[in-house]
Structures are given as structure tokens and as C-alpha cells.
């Protein structure tokens, strides 16, 4: 993920990248926040969390391409991976995890059994 730091470093020398772009977009945003009434200021909340989860899902690359998800979803149903549950489950915890890194890290304070990233 890139940080306010690399983000500034790299727009002095570079164009900056997309990431780049939307963190400067939610800092903007989250400066804006205290000059603003309560509407005002839930709307601009909602702008940053999807501001934000934009950014990180630019930052990350799934592990499971969209079209590979539903070929999976397809073998599932089918049980075709019956056979083969433990690994499944633990596959699907690591995407389940990957996902909620994009969606909101915060939902992961309390970590998912079994996908812990200090393994």
C-alpha cells in the first residue's frame, strides 16, 4: 500500500500513479471534515471509505480472477471439490481475508480463524 510519505516523494519526480491520485484525493477529503456541518460531513465520510477502498483494491491483485470465482462457485455446486475440503476452505479464507484487506482492514482487527498472516 502506499503510503502519504512515498506518495509525495514519488509526485515530485513522476506522474503521479492512480493510488497516488486517490490518496491525495482522501487526504484532501478527510482535511475538509472539520468545516462542515453533520450532513455534510457523513456524505464526505462515505466519499473517503469509497475513495479509499478504490485505492487499496488498485494496490492489490486478486488471487482468484473474477472469472476463475465462478468457475470455483460452478465446482462447488457441483461437488467437485468434495474431496478436497480442507484445502478449500483454507482458499477460501485467504480470499475471504484478501477481500476484507480491500473492503475495510478494520473488520479484520479480530482475525479470521485459520488465515492469519504471521503463520
Not at 48 to 66: W, Y
Not at 95 to 119: K, Q
Amino acid at each position: 500500500m502506499v503510503t502519504s510519505d512515498e506518495a509525495a516523494d514519488s509526485m515530485r519526480f513522476t506522474h503521479p500513479t492512480a493510488p497516488e491520485l486517490l490518496l491525495a484525493v482522501e487526504q484532501q477529503l478527510t482535511d475538509l471534515l472539520d468545516e462542515l456541518d453533520d450532513q455534510w460531513r457523513y456524505r464526505i465520510r462515505v466519499a473517503i471509505t469509497a475513495v479509499a477502498m478504490v485505492r487499496r483494491e488498485l494496490d492489490s491483485e486478486p488471487s482468484v480472477p473474477g472469472d476463475d470465482r465462478r468457475d470455483l462457485a460452478e465446482r462447488i455446486r457441483a461437488g467437485d471439490l468434495d474431496d478436497r475440503t480442507d484445502a478449500l476452505v483454507s482458499d477460501l479464507l485467504r480470499t475471504t481475508r484478501e477481500r476484507l484487506e480491500i473492503v475495510n482492514p478494520a473488520w479484520l482487527e479480530d482475525d479470521i480463524p485459520g488465515t492469519s498472516t504471521n503463520a
